[in-house]
């Protein structure tokens, strides 16, 4: 049985406040980027949670390994927990997977791009050929 750990990193990026959705399980690491704008209170994060998690676009799948399962002392996992919740930045793993992201929707851009201006070039020379024509026809 996979278990799927999922965290939300509220943090400052100036100008605007970020969320990052990490999702983690099954061997593999995504991670989704949110621009919140204004520093979003816990109800408004919790709201946004609800209304809008199955619009969130993950980042492409890196492999990752799968912690041992362990029992956790409980005085121990409130420090961990105390750790994650101090003022922190987003992980090297998330920056990676952000990165891949990125580079997926800039080629994917690219040849949308590419394609539009062929096809415009296209329309203009079918443009060029057809004044040619009455021209022609036109005398």
Not at 20 to 41: D, I, L, S
Request: net charge positive; with cysteine; proline share 4%.
């Amino acid at each position: 049985m996979s278990h799927t750990a999922i965290s939300l990193t509220v943090l400052f990026e100036d100008p605007f406040w970020v969320g990052f959705f990490e999702r983690e399980g099954g061997g593999r690491y995504e991670v989704c980027k949110v621009t919140f704008g204004a520093e979003p209170k816990d109800y408004e994060v919790y709201a946004y949670i609800l209304s809008h998690w199955h619009r969130l676009v993950f980042s492409p799948a890196i492999p990752s390994e799968e912690p041992e399962k362990r029992r956790i002392n409980p005085k121990r996992r409130q420090r961990q927990i105390e750790r994650q919740t101090a003022s922190r930045g987003v992980g090297a793993k998330a920056q990676q997977a952000l990165k891949l992201q990125h580079e997926a929707c800039k080629t994917q851009r690219r040849i949308i791009t590419r394609e539009m201006k062929e096809a415009e070039k296209e329309r203009q020379f079918s443009r060029r050929q057809e004044k040619r024509r009455q021209k022609h026809r036109g005398h």
